[in-house]
């Protein structure tokens, strides 16, 4: 009998190995191609309506995305590039903040847009969006959605403390303001992964034009700015107005449960907000973030993605074909927000309707101008390839600090600690 | 009868060449990659300055010594009571002897990643554990934001998951033991503690043996739970050797590093293995 099962096994093995090895296609004799995507969560849903409408013109050319998360993308493609291109798809969604690293650690694994044709359409996007999409002044990459930061806010609970929203100008403002929402209602300011996760932070950089690293790659975690943005947090933490959550899930349940005033993120939030939180219908709006002085800068910018295109793929010029579309195309892009939340980055649909009107689950209020409005304000943050090495220390500061570590010094530990892992050097100040 | 020798190796062949394929191979490509860095995509030689790195790389010697930290604590208490557990369910008094080893043992048929997350849900500011406490009057516990309770959940969750699989071995070893040693024993008077430190402990040496070795194998390559639970964190004070091996190859990219990682993880079980047999002193 064990024997027999064993045989069994070998077998069902080896038809797993042969499945395995079986090659993928060129495209087919009738002229059909089949392009693969990697991507997750909304963006799925926005491919597969775009590939639709672009079938109308194209019937030959069909689309297969895969749906896989957003984390399992990055090792599944980090282990094909290591391989050297091997299982890989045609195209793959990446976020900004990972591009650099990729193009420095994989150089010849990214099919050339510049090369391609794709220069020609550097005006229709913000600045901040061409250069994280290149490398040496060549476009590796198609711009997608952007992150300009908001807060949302619940109307109710402000309503409840008594508070102006537009009298909030400043971050002192809003300290103020959420200390009087917590002594009246009982709501936290905000959510924070306290000791995993730094977007407040990283928020209040892109804000104040800094970030990580310099423009010419030096360390700059110990720029007074940075620091600044590390104590303003610190005083949140002391006042109890942060709500220490357990990473994304634990910051949307938050958003349903009523239990944060307000949550400081990229408009795409808007959609989770709106698919989650259904019942709250029109108790939501949004302000800008608070500026660090009066009439300072309220412009920032969190996460956004972009396209990029295997070098590899055998139907390159198709995939590049399709995604040109699906990144240029005013349509495409409406359908993306209205109905996934994906804000673009194309500034050709800024003035359609749909972006123009008033959004009843926020309140009537013109959520879309205010974005579209803030998104030109937007500073480049330099991610660099070791933005993952940094998003590392900088957590670890936030968390060093949130356990009562001096914000100055834990940011000195995380920049020297930084400089060790990349040999880069740090500004002195 | 007609001898063919090549028949045996016919058979084999199938388990060998799977073993080649997924095992022997990358064993010895990430053996010459820990020889190599990438310089441009490309990776080449560098000598030993990847294992020259690691001794001078703070972040791996500080997932060294939380992992040692967990692996001298969380192991000896979790074999203490899987003994413990193992001796109370073979005791011929007890009743629902099936239902408490079933009961015991489910954990360990658990996903890790499942479990994790249960345990970090219930572990949050304002999860269950620390409500339960509240309402007894205790004050809340930072389980999973203070270092060092982050790192006692740890190894409250990974004995919780393991107690019970270690414990269904010892019962089968306890099983074996011959019940004249006990009867003998009790005719010289010998206490129930005294039998247990004299008899079953020494007769079970060479199981405990091989739980600890499988244990401390499974502590140096820990991964799931701090992944799950903490992420490493707060600031790398749960951080293992096997989660800075995955951020070295896969957030990093840094794979002749991570290869040089899991070389020095390889030594180390080595290593450990070598003094748990010298410690136990079997000859066998």
Known sequence: MKKWNKIGFMFIALALLAAGCSGEEESSADGKVELVAWAWNVNVGALEDAIAIYQEEHPDVALKVEDIGRLDVYDKLATGLAAGGVGLPDIVLVEDDRIAGYLEAFPNEFANLSELGFDKHKEVFPDFKNELTSHNETSYAMPFDAGPVGMFYRRSVFNAAGVDVNAIQTWDDFLEAGTIIKEKTGVYAMPLDMYKDDPIFRMMLSQLGVFYYDEAGNIDLTNPKVVQAMEMLKQFGEAELLKDVDGWNGIVSATINGTVATIPFGVAYSGTIMDQAKDSAGDWGVFLMPAFEEGGNRAANIGGSSFMLVESSKKKQAAYDFMEFFTTDPEVQIIALEDYGLFPSLSTVYDTEAFTSDVQFFGEQKIWTLFAEEIKDVKMPYYTKDYSLGLNEAMKAQASMFNGEDPATALQNAAESLADRTARDINQY | ?284
Do not use: H
């Open chain 2, 1 to 284: 009868m007609k001898n063919k020798a090549y028949v045996p190796y016919f058979f084999i062949a199938p388990a060998v060449i799977l073993f080649s394929v997924f095992m022997l191979y990358p064993i010895l490509y990430s053996f010459v990659m820990s020889f190599q860095t990438s310089v441009g995509g490309i990776m080449e030689f560098n000598g030993i300055e990847n294992y020259k790195r690691l001794f001078s790389d703070e972040i791996f010697l500080k997932a060294l010594k939380n992992t040692f930290i967990l692996l001298i604590i969380q192991v000896p208490i979790m074999i203490f009571l899987a003994l413990v557990l193992a001796n109370l369910l073979n005791s011929s008094i007890l009743k629902f002897k099936g239902l408490f080893r079933v009961t015991f043992f489910l954990p360990a048929v658990t996903s890790l990643v499942a479990y994790s997350i249960i345990f970090s849900i219930m572990l949050m500011n304002d999860g269950v554990i620390n409500q339960v406490l509240m309402s007894l009057g205790f004050g809340a516990i930072p389980w999973l934001s203070d270092p060092f309770w982050a790192k006692a959940s740890l190894v409250l969750a990974i004995t919780w998951r393991w107690c019970g699989y270690n414990m269904i071995i010892f019962l089968a070893a306890l099983q074996n033991i011959p019940d004249q040693l006990y009867e003998a024993a009790d005719i010289d008077g010998a206490s129930r503690f005294r039998q247990f430190f004299s008899i079953t402990i020494p007769q079970l040496k060479p199981v405990i043996l091989f739980s600890a070795v499988l244990s401390t194998i499974g502590t140096l390559q820990l991964f799931d739970e701090p992944y799950t639970l903490t992420e490493g964190g707060p600031s790398d004070e749960t951080l293992t050797i096997g989660m800075y091996l995955y951020q070295t190859g896969f957030r990093y990219f840094d794979f002749g590093y991570a290869s040089t990682i899991a070389y020095v993880i390889v030594i180390l079980v080595a290593i450990m293995t070598y003094f748990q047999f010298k410690i136990a002193g079997d000859s066998e």
